[in-house]
């Protein structure tokens, strides 16, 4: 798959230790591929996953609609996205596939089978009386 190639691609030009560990690419809806990598912090909580990094290129681009992501590790190992990662990549994209390692082949999984029962604020209108 050619994601799963341009993620490891970017592992092997940009892996630092401590640093970026992890690397994303995504394509979107117009067939754009954007990839990202993950920036380590020694404060974790500021830390940056490598599949929001995508999402931002992908948002500053103006180019969103997500169709498929995948994650990798410095060795190239195909990784399941984080709880964050799959609440974000939801909130962009709803209809989003990730790619996933089953027993060593290569599956498409939608988002939302990753986020069952995901807190969307339009199911919970304001009815809050001014």
């Keep these: 798959m050619e994601l799963i190639a341009k993620a490891r691609k970017l592992a092997e030009e940009r892996y630092v230790k401590g640093k970026h560990q992890m690397f994303c690419a995504l394509e979107t809806e117009s067939g754009q591929i954007f990839t990202g990598v993950h920036v380590e912090a020694n404060n974790g909580r500021i830390t940056l996953c490598a599949e929001a990094v995508a999402v931002g290129a992908s948002a500053t681009a103006g180019d969103t609609s997500i169709k498929t992501i995948v994650a990798v590790t410095e060795s190239g190992d ?39 029962r995901k807190y969307k604020s339009e199911d919970y209108p304001n009815r809050r009386l001014s």
């Design 78 to 116: 195909v990784v399941p996205p984080c709880g964050m990662c799959r609440e974000l990549v939801y909130d962009y994209s709803p209809n989003a596939m990730f790619i996933l390692n089953d027993n060593g082949k290569h599956i498409l999984v939608p988002v939302s089978e990753l986020l069952p």
